[in-house]
DNA sequence: CCGCGTCCTTAACTTTTGTTGGAACCGGGA
DNA sequence: TCCCGGTTCCAACAAAAGTTAAGGACGCGG
């Protein structure tokens, strides 16, 4: 894969929040990049790792998930392609969960001494990696809301409508339709409940014609009603350079 | 109140996960803040609102929280003195949730201004800063698992066992007691439950010999049942300079 | 093309949590 | 002192979610 390729997303995304110059650009252009092919259902890095690098996925999807003594697992976060969902390894060496992939996946790999060199040369790169790992933070507080507060149908249609919209940003809708590569065991991961209950949630929203979901792929029947179940503001994820 | 005592409680609290310099030290010392009393359950930041300073706990106990459409609140996270719980407003400048007091507090302002320019001279004190960005996400993702996956009585425990090793590390702690300032209804608010079942909960846990909660106190009679009910790690909060 | 494993699906039943409404308690202000 | 508002506490009932168990669909590899 050419190196253009494997660092466009990422560019692109920056420049989504922050406002990038072509300095910027090339300072990351020359940050080494290793990448490596991941099989689905991989670990990553693993809770209680110390991690040396920073993994910039390039194709595919991952999940960031702890588990609890008891065994339960719940799923943090999903990433897609263009996003580097361990920055906060550069500064919290030992990870307090674990990062691993959904789907096969194109990982690249920059290891921390060069993000931190890029750090102490430029601040405008580092305050982009910064605001970066900050949006982070606003979409844990958002999962925090959404696990605790709504109804396990708005729960599901909130986790759906907010990655259909970021991965809007990188261009992966099609049409009405979208990819959510999860099974229904980690869609209940994802929402705090179990795998049967997730089943009986699904067959919901999809009696009431809100959305489909199959083979990991979401299609959206009613737009207005699906909005309107999933109570999403999409304030929190910060997606404009904002002053 | 003098300087010092204002700062003091920050510096203590950046060593703890931070190598810090005398330099930076000086650095912080310098930086002007201007005091305010606020009474209990005032707003401090409003979701949506544009903050130009940040805040830092002098003295007094802050939550921040979101409210959803329906009207029910989520507590994301409790902070105590010394800490600065609207860092993230930094580079996030649009507030996605509101940061209030729980008691009457000291708040000190350090403008956004200043903590840029501190920011540009010192990668070293970014760097602290960052990596307390970082703690307050890792906070925020155990909070996700506590509200979750564990059963009501574990998210209480939980909760009271964070809020306690944070209040060790600024010596808070009266023998086997501690201060934690909430009603019934935000401790439902934090654990995702109702206030008639915080209440359920909290007599449980009374009733079982394990920790006693009476107006804004915490005392725990059995250690050994109470970190078992907890199942609390403390590895997240990355408590110690790590390398 | 068959067999196997994973995932999806469903039913019946249990447990947890929410809802409603009301009583007791408590502290602060008139 | 007494009253008032906010807590705390509780019971009865309803709804949501967990548990267990089992059949069916589907894709993959032999």
Same mark, same amino acid.
């Given at each position: 894969?050419?190196?253009?390729? =494997?660092?466009?997303? +990422?560019?692109?995304?920056?420049?989504?929040?922050?406002?990038?110059?072509?300095?910027? =650009?090339?300072?990351?252009?020359?940050?080494?990049?290793?990448?490596?092919?991941? @099989?689905?259902?991989?670990?990553?890095?693993?809770?209680?790792?110390?991690?040396?690098?920073?993994?910039?996925?390039?194709?595919?999807?991952?999940?960031?998930?702890?588990?609890? %003594?008891?065994?339960?697992?719940? =799923?943090?976060?999903?990433?897609i392609?263009?996003?580097? @969902?361990?920055?906060?390894?550069?500064?919290?060496?030992?990870?307090?969960?674990?990062?691993?992939? +959904?789907?096969?996946?194109?990982?690249?790999?920059?290891?921390?001494?060069?993000?931190?060199? +890029?750090?102490?040369?430029?601040?405008?790169?580092a305050?982009? $990696?910064?605001?970066?790992?900050?949006?982070? %933070?606003?979409? $844990?507080?958002?999962?925090?809301?959404?696990?605790?507060?709504?109804?396990?149908?708005?729960?599901?249609?909130?986790?759906?409508?907010?990655? &259909?919209?970021?991965?809007r940003?990188?261009?992966?809708? #099609?049409?009405?339709?979208?990819?959510? @590569?999860?099974?229904?065991?980690?869609?209940?991961?994802?929402?705090?409940?179990?795998?049967v209950?997730?089943?009986?949630?699904?067959?919901?929203?999809?009696?009431?014609? =809100?959305?489909?979901?199959?083979?990991?792929?979401?299609?959206?029947?009613?737009? &207005?009603? $699906?909005?309107?179940? %999933? #109570?999403?503001?999409?304030?929190?994820?910060h997606?404009?350079?904002?002053?």
């Open positions: 894969m050419p190196s253009d390729t =494997i660092r466009a997303a +990422l560019i692109r995304r920056l420049r989504v929040s922050s406002a990038i110059t072509d300095e910027d =650009i090339k300072e990351i252009e020359a940050l080494p990049i290793s990448v490596r092919q991941y @099989p689905a259902e991989m670990a990553v890095v693993r809770d209680g790792e110390r991690a040396t690098d920073c993994c910039l996925i390039v194709d595919g999807f991952c999940a960031r998930s702890k588990t609890i %003594a008891s065994g339960k697992r719940q =799923i943090l976060s999903l990433h392609p263009g996003e580097i @969902p361990d920055l906060m390894s550069l500064f919290l060496h030992v990870m307090d969960h674990d990062l691993s992939t +959904l789907t096969p996946a194109t990982l690249g790999f920059i290891s921390h001494d060069n993000l931190q060199k +890029l750090h102490r040369r430029s601040p405008e790169v305050e982009m $990696f910064w605001r970066d790992t900050l949006t982070d %933070a606003a979409m $844990f507080r958002e999962w925090i809301v959404n696990v605790g507060q709504r109804p396990a149908p708005a729960r599901l249609a909130h986790v759906m409508i907010e990655l &259909r919209e970021r991965l940003l990188i261009g992966r809708l #099609d049409g009405d339709s979208f990819e959510m @590569p999860l099974t229904q065991e980690q869609i209940g991961e994802a929402l705090g409940i179990t795998a209950h997730a089943n009986r949630v699904i067959k919901q929203v999809r009696q009431d014609g =809100i959305v489909e979901f199959n083979r990991g792929r979401v299609t959206v029947l009613d737009e &207005r009603k $699906f909005q309107e179940l %999933a #109570d999403f503001d999409g304030r929190y994820l997606q404009s350079p904002t002053l």
